[in-house]
């Protein structure tokens, strides 16, 4: 895209409504260059749709992003063959809900043909998959995530809550105990590693609602946790309901749950020692090469701190030995 021109182009639709026009559509494009990569030269993100129909109650982005629309499969193949000719070798999938791309244009979900076309592409190693709703995660999923060799062993789902009573406030689709089943499930992948993000201090929530996300914790072991203190959002449905909760314990209710995940990940840190697993180099410091193991997702995921007799070039992949952990990183060797 020429994005110097990005004022101009702006201006042209504000004065008489012409559009920009992807590279699958030839007829008026504006996209002329190859993808801008800001991200380190061995990976990017690559965005396959824009909004949301889910429209929970806390949530503003349906109404600044709008309603889900997805991008045309060879769009996104295009754009991945260029990356990986830039050299990039890890794709991350990224969305506001990646689980119903291709609903809008296809007329049916086409995430897992779209991996299908991507994993074709030689140069690229790794793919990794961010947000996906829990109600759309079926066995089709799970099962290309336990065979598919270029597909990280990793999935993004943000959960937000286990309580019912929550969910159901939250406008949520999905409840209690369909999401402890679909955990269960996946845990058929082997070294599957799951992230999720949850709100605390939602209005309406009890101490037993907070008890349920508390035992969820304990129970399920979940790998990746981020912990949100719930803020009212303006022009949302969450922001005008009753028995908003006070700072201070909504505070109080996301130090719990970090104190708890925070033994549940050193737990499941340790459960890794002695194994090993592929891992790529992002950077080096004057003891250490800083890397991640396919189930660690840049930016939000801990790292492993690499010990190699031999020189390593960032976006290298090599086999690691885990021998340590800290209490969200591991420490290994190159073997």
């Not at 194994?275 to 890397?291: H, L, M, N």
């Amino acid at each position: 895209m020429n994005y110097e021109k990005i004022y101009e182009y702006i201006e042209d639709f504000l004065k008489n409504g012409q559009r920009i026009i992807d590279n699958e559509n030839k007829e008026n494009t504006i996209f002329e260059s190859t993808r801008l990569v800001t991200t380190p030269k061995h990976y990017a993100y690559l965005k396959i749709s824009e909004g949301c129909n889910n429209n929970c109650t806390f949530c503003i982005i349906p109404k600044i992003r709008g309603r889900h629309v997805s991008r045309s499969m060879e769009s996104l193949i295009n754009e991945a063959k260029s990356l990986a000719d830039q050299g990039i070798k890890e794709l991350i999938l990224i969305a506001q809900d990646i689980t119903k791309y291709g609903l809008d244009i296809y007329g049916e979900k086409r995430l897992i043909p779209l991996i299908g076309e991507l994993s074709k592409i030689e140069n690229i190693k790794w793919i990794r998959l961010h947000y996906a709703y829990p109600e759309d995660i079926d066995e089709n999923l799970t099962e290309e995530l336990k065979t598919n060799p270029k597909l990280c062993k990793y999935v993004d789902i943000p959960l937000q809550h286990v309580s019912d009573d929550i969910l159901k406030r939250m406008a949520r689709h999905t409840r209690k105990a369909k999401i402890y089943k679909l955990i269960d499930d996946l845990r058929i992948v082997p070294n599957i590693v799951i992230r999720t993000s949850l709100i605390v201090g939602f209005p309406g929530e009890t101490d037993e609602d907070f008890k349920m996300l508390e035992d969820f914790i304990r129970q399920r072991k979940i790998d990746n946790i981020g912990v949100f203190t719930y803020s009212q959002e303006e022009d949302t449905v969450a922001a005008t309901l009753s028995n908003q909760i006070d700072e201070k314990i909504k505070h109080k209710r996301r130090d719990s749950i970090m104190t708890i995940q925070q033994k549940v990940s050193k737990s499941l840190l340790e459960n890794k020692i002695g194994q090993t697993f592929e891992a790529v180099i992002d950077s080096k410091t004057k003891d250490y090469y800083i890397g991640r193991l396919n189930f660690q997702s840049p930016g939000i995921d801990g790292i492993i701190y690499i010990k190699s007799s031999h020189n390593l070039n960032i976006g290298e992949f090599v086999n690691v030995k885990i021998t340590s952990c800290l209490d969200y990183d591991f420490i290994g060797e190159v073997i």
